[in-house]
C-alpha cells in the first residue's frame, strides 16, 4: 500500500518574509497569492486527488479552495496541519529580533530551542507525521492533497529525509509550491520539493 501527499504550502500574504503570524487570525491572501491560488489549481488539475485536506487558517483555506471546486472536493479542515506557533514571538518582525539571542539559537538549534510559549520542532514533526499516517490509512493507494505552512513542511520533509532540523534554514519552500512525498509500507520517500512548475 502506497498513498501519495501532495504537501502545499499556502500562496503569498503582505507578511511572508517579514513577519511571523503563526496562528493569528485574518491573514488572508494578497492579490499574488489568489493568482498563485488560481495557478496551483490548474497545475493540479488533472492530478487524480481524491481527498483535500487544509490548516483551519483563512491562507491555507483559501489556497485550498480554487482547487476544491476545480476538483469538485470538500476541504477538510485538520488542526494538525497548522502552522508552527511561535508563542510570544506572533505578530514579531523578523528583523526585530535578530538581536535576540533566544530568536538566534532558534535558528541554530531548532531541534531543542522552544519557541517562546510556543512550539518545539519535534513536536510538529510528529503531529505531521501522525496526520499524514492518518491520511496513508484512510486513503490507501491514493493521492492526496495537504494545505499547510512552510515551517511544518519544511520540518516533515527533514524528518523523512532524516535530516536534522537545526538545518532547516537550508530548505525552502515557497509560497503555493508543492512537496511530493509517498508513503509506502516499508517507509517515507519524498518525490519532490517546493516545486512550483507543471506536475506530470
Known sequence: MSTTILLIRHGDNDYVGHTLVSWMPGVHLNESGRAQAARLAERLATVPIRAIY?????????????????LGLDIRLCDALGEFRFGAWTGSKIA?????????????????????????????????AEVLEGMRSEHPDSVVAAV????????????????SADLIERLEVGTASV????????????LRINDAGELP
Open 54 to 70: 487544509s490548516s483551519p487558517l483563512e491562507r491555507t483555506r483559501e489556497t485550498a479552495e480554487p482547487l476544491a471546486l476545480r
Open 96 to 128: 526585530d529580533l535578530e538581536s535576540d539571542p533566544l530568536w538566534q539559537r532558534f535558528n541554530r538549534n531548532r531541534s531543542i530551542t522552544r519557541a517562546p510559549g510556543g512550539d518545539l520542532m519535534p513536536e510538529v514533526q510528529a503531529r505531521m
Open 148 to 163: 499547510s505552512h512552510g515551517d511544518a513542511i519544511r520540518g516533515i520533509l527533514m524528518q523523512y529525509l532524516g535530516i
Open 179 to 190: 512537496s511530493v512525498v509517498a508513503l509506502h509500507d516499508w517507509g517515507p520517500q519524498v
